[in-house]
């Protein structure tokens, strides 16, 4: 609702066309953003809005169909879980209208973590919902499981894969002649000349999207492994912690050099809030497993020489 009343009070203060596709500058300022995406984000908002209230709405209903609604949203309603599932997918739909690259959340904060609050808060359902059909919800699971780390291997799956799906996204956006002629525009109106922009563009920063995109997609991959060998496997050897310390310091430090290196430059112009924070979030959540990993090697050490004279004598 919040993202809903904040949208409709936006309204296009300029449009142009560029090789036949409009583009529209929104709000104050030099702000960017493709009509679909505005458009959607207002659908996706409005149908948001108007699904939610019936659903809350259809609770208090003692006249119409009480029996009915009692039936579908009962404890453990295979329904209701089904609506839940797909409105999960409607969230993630959304969040590429209105997070993703020259959207309206690139530029407008409470459209931005509304989006996002909106999905966290469908999952928090479907996790509540897990609770009531006495199945154990996902939450417990991962932050009870006896490995420590693997609630950090969530976590960095989520905001890595955010990173990579958003940098892919706007490499292609970037290489694309219509977001070229808007960077142009953009540049042209604060002084700078674009063509030396998309030659040093082409120059220093291609390669370096390349590096930081597969470095994206390895850790999305590694954090796949690392989630299937601690939770369906369950191989937690002291040989197996080193290793996985190793993993989690190598890859933080790469992380920490895209982001030192790259968080605020050129590579991450136009990106919007996604890569910026699912960039940092990796890099913050590499170190905090590192700790976490570190702490747990030296507990088991530490448990080897309390048992060596035990077993002596």
């Known amino acids: ?33 493709y009509p679909y995406k505005l458009y959607g984000t207002v659908a996706f908002s409005g149908l948001s809005v108007i699904v939610s209230s019936l ?6 209903d003692t006249s119409c169909f009480p029996q009915f609604w009692r039936k579908v949203f009962e404890n453990g309603s295979k329904v209701e879980r089904n609506f839940l599932i797909c409105f999960v997918l409607f969230w993630c739909v959304g969040l590429h209208f209105s997070t993703s690259s020259f959207s309206i959340g690139s530029n407008h904060a409470n459209a931005y973590f509304s989006s996002w609050l909106g999905f966290w808060s469908t999952l928090h359902t479907y996790d509540t919902w897990r609770d009531g059909a006495n199945q154990v919800p996902f939450s417990v699971m991962i932050l009870n499981h006896p490995d420590r780390t693997v609630k950090y291997w969530y976590c960095l799956l989520f905001s890595s894969m955010v990173a990579s799906c958003t940098m892919l996204e706007l490499y292609f956006e970037t290489t694309r002649a219509t977001t070229r002629n808007i960077l142009n525009q953009f540049l042209a109106e604060v002084g700078v000349d674009g063509e030396l ?21 390895i850790t999305v991959l590694i954090c796949l492994g690392g989630i299937t060998i601690r939770q369906k496997l369950s191989l937690r050897t002291f040989k197996m912690r080193c290793f996985e310390c190793l993993v989690f310091a190598t890859l933080g430090t790469l992380w920490m050099v895209m982001v030192v290196r790259y968080a605020s430059g050129i590579a991450m112009f136009s990106s919007g809030p996604n890569l910026y924070f699912g960039a940092w979030l990796t890099f913050f959540y590499f170190f905090l497993a590192l700790g976490t990993c570190y702490e747990d090697i030296i507990e088991e050490l530490h448990e080897q020489l309390r048992s060596e004279p035990s077993t002596e004598a």
């Open 1 to 33: 609702a919040v993202k809903f009343i904040n949208l409709i009070r936006v309204h296009p203060s300029d449009s142009f066309d560029i090789i036949g596709q409009n583009s529209t500058s929104v709000g104050l300022g030099l702000t960017y953003v």
């Open 55 to 60: 659903v809350v709405l259809v609770h208090f």
């Open 197 to 217: 922009f998309a030659q040093l563009i082409q120059d220093n920063v291609k390669w370096n999207w390349i590096l930081i995109i597969c470095l994206c997609w």
